[in-house]
């Protein structure tokens, strides 16, 4: 597929990652505590947190898979939208403010709050790492595909060499500007991907005299499966097993977003609890409003660029938004847009890897090792090596993941926090019986089933799509686990508690105060 001036896309590139570590470089001068580099000191706004978590959600799978999802299998596709914005609500009911009340800087902070310090740390910093790799992985794969298609660059190597240079940038974003400046590259990539979806969408309309049906008609008409993209189950309808599977899928992206440790650590940006409610009032308008988006961005790039022209070029399915982009406004308007996306991996990426690096420095290193009295200097180095150590295996990873779709792949590190982290987090928060035996058993069941469950899946082996192709050690039918391990890890979470005699009346009565009302949070983050 031919999508423009190469020279001009990179330029675009360039040009946004010149200004954000301009900008980067700016906050990074006032960094001065470990505070500053986990949290960004609490100084940002609920608008600007809410512009944020906004950023920090809306990744590439929210753009590139999602409206590429929808383009070749229609309804089946628009569920992922559905499904990612449900579970922000599920995130914002139970967890957002409780959380932000009784931790620190990272989820660990409250799973250990009653518990045995040491080994809750350990399981939730573990649980931490591998949600953030699989997260990772999905973002690289998107940016290899996505430049690969925008600088011409087609073959395995050359697509590599890509998913480098994005880990080298994001490990740069963080080594420099910690969460202050993270923070600040999600805002701007926010207000960007919102603006530049939201243009291409009316765009879209306009061409249909702002006919939605219209569009979706016309995608009918030149689809090779025509309406049956209008009908529910064309992507998960052709077996027993694979109806079985959406359901796994549904319960993976309906709870993972609650317990992904990224969106969880964004709540500890604002100073109060009320400015936590307001960021996610802004976020939830600004989520939502792109999710609508993706339906009509989907059906266009079904109608103007064709399912057949999308499978075919580099990327695959993660081409669709590029490409109607180059549709609608040539080359200009596919630079920007590309520089969008590119913009979001970057920031998603940053993310990320600043929540992996500050749950192991602060986790395992200052509360395991050091026993919480690691000096703070020396714990924000701990964090830096952290990141770069990431950024190197996360590269290795989306190497090997390089053309899968990235809605799907983010769909597994959703099932990865709904099993090990949301069930702990619940219990946490609201059963006064949870106990550290409880806490470990659902961690690292949930965690290890939902890992066994992705090895020995379709996925990963025994089929064309596979990450490794050339290998069959599939036994597990599903391509998504959390039917299996999310229950898994409830039910390891009540067996684990009931067969304990450990309960701290005292300690459970002060997380329940400090996660319903605030009172103490202040002073605790202080302290």
Do not use: C
């Not at 001036?5 to 040009?15: D, E, W």
């Not at 089929?463 to 998504?480: H, Q």
């Amino acid at each position: 597929m031919d999508v423009g001036n190469p020279f001009l896309n990179i330029a675009i590139f360039l040009a946004f990652v010149v200004v954000t570590l301009v900008i980067v470089v700016r906050v990074s001068k006032q960094n001065t505590s470990v505070g500053d580099f986990y949290h960004g000191g609490r100084s940002f706004t609920g608008r600007q947190n809410g512009i944020a978590i906004a950023g920090d959600y809306l990744s590439a799978a929210s753009f590139l898979g999602i409206v590429g999802a929808v383009a070749l299998y229609g309804y089946d596709g628009l569920l992922y939208s559905i499904g990612f914005l449900v579970a922000w609500l599920v995130a914002l009911l139970l967890v957002a403010e409780p959380l932000r009340n009784t931790g620190k800087y990272t989820m660990a902070d409250v799973l250990s709050f009653r518990m045995r310090q040491r080994p809750v740390r350990t399981a939730a910093a573990t649980s931490t790492l591998a949600v953030s790799f699989f997260y990772l992985l999905a973002q690289m794969a998107g940016a290899g595909g996505l430049v690969a298609l925008l600088l011409g660059i087609d073959g395995k190597f050359g697509q590599g060499l890509v998913i480098a240079v994005v880990g080298a940038l994001m490990i740069l974003y963080v080594l420099i500007g910690g969460m202050k400046g993270t923070t600040w590259v999600q805002i701007i990539k926010a207000v960007l991907l919102i603006i530049g979806a939201g243009l291409m969408t009316v765009w879209v309309l306009a061409m249909k005299g702002m006919n939605l049906s219209a569009v979706i008609g016309d995608a009918i008409a030149v689809h090779p499966e025509g309406a049956r993209i209008a009908e529910p189950m064309l992507q998960y309808g052709a077996s027993d097993t694979s109806k079985l599977g959406f359901i796994s899928l549904a319960i993976a992206l309906v709870f993972g977003a609650a317990g992904l440790p990224h969106v969880l650590m964004r709540f500890y940006t604002v100073p109060t609890a009320k400015e936590a409610r307001r960021s996610v009032s802004w976020a939830i308008g600004l989520i939502g409003a792109f999710y609508l988006f993706t339906l009509v961005l989907g059906f266009g790039a079904a109608y103007l660029v064709g399912a057949e022209a999308i499978l075919a070029a580099p990327g695959g399915a993660n081409s669709a938004a590029p490409a109607l982009a180059y549709e609608l406004g040539g080359t200009l308007l596919l630079g920007v847009i590309a520089a969008v996306a590119f913009a979001t991996i970057l920031a998603v990426v940053a993310g990320l890897t600043i929540t992996a690096s500050a749950s192991f420095a602060h986790d395992i290193y200052n509360g395991v090792l050091k026993h919480g009295n690691a000096d703070p200097e020396q714990e924000v180095k701990v964090a830096r090596r952290t990141a770069v150590t990431i950024g190197a295996i996360s590269i290795v990873g989306g190497v090997l993941a390089n053309g899968q779709n990235v809605a799907f792949l983010v769909s597994l590190a959703f099932a990865i926090a709904a099993s090990a982290n949301l069930p702990s987090i619940l219990y946490s928060l609201y059963w006064k019986r949870f106990n550290t035996r409880g806490s470990l058993w659902s961690i690292y069941g949930g965690l290890v089933s939902a890992l066994v469950l992705i090895v020995f899946s379709p996925v990963v082996t025994g089929s064309e799509t596979a990450m490794i192709p050339g290998v069959d050690i599939a036994w597990f039918p599903l391509s998504n686990p959390a039917i299996v391990s999310v229950p898994l890890g409830f039910f390891l979470g009540w067996l684990g508690s009931v067969t304990s005699k450990e309960h701290d009346a005292v300690k459970q009565a002060e997380m329940e105060v400090r996660s319903m009302t605030g009172a103490g949070a202040e002073k605790a983050v202080m302290h």
